[in-house]
């Protein structure tokens, strides 16, 4: 435990007890002196008064300490609790900070990969279209065998350059 934590019971319930006893000492004291005092009601009257005069100044002595002590623990127990909120804060803004680069990070993560993958459906679209231009199925990656763009004899251009004109929505003219 720290010492914090074993002080203010401990130290509280002495001062306490000390301030109770000695109040109650004093009075008790005071009436004893009274009644068994063989002095004159005049002598006895000046004693009263220097006795409470002493009960007074005793008192005064233990409030301004006891002020004094908890004054000492208010400003210890303050300067503590700025000392840890501060640190909580800058805890705080450490872990923000460190979230808003993190999600910074993914966010620049989520564009690079959106990029990428963007580049290879254009790559992939162009492989297509260049599949097609050729005369080939695309689907199976083989261009015209022959290397002759009309397809025949004849000038006129092969079926299968037709069909997938059409399969492809026109695909190829985009």
Do not use: H, W
């Not at 492989?127 to 083989?142: F, H, K, Q, T, V």
């Amino acid at each position: 435990m720290s010492e914090q934590d074993q002080q203010p019971y401990v130290v509280v319930e002495r001062r306490a007890s000390g301030v109770v006893a000695f109040l109650c000492g004093a009075l008790v004291g005071a009436g004893v002196a009274l009644l068994l005092a063989p002095k004159s009601g005049r002598e006895t009257q000046a004693d009263l008064k220097e006795g409470a005069r002493r009960l007074r100044e005793g008192t005064g002595e233990r409030l301004t300490d006891l002020r004094d002590t908890l004054g000492e623990r208010y400003d210890r127990t303050r300067d503590r609790v700025e000392t840890q909120v501060g640190t909580f804060r800058r805890n705080v803004a450490d872990r923000q900070k460190k979230a808003g680069e993190a999600i910074k990070a993914g966010k620049d993560a989520a564009r690079q990969a959106r990029s990428d993958l963007e580049a290879r459906v254009s790559e992939s679209k162009e492989a297509y279209r260049a599949a097609l231009a050729e005369g080939g199925d695309p689907e199976d990656g083989s261009g015209d065998e022959s290397g002759d763009a009309t397809g025949d004899e004849t000038g006129e251009a092969p079926e299968a350059d037709e069909k997938a004109g059409d399969a492809d929505g026109g695909a190829s003219r985009e």
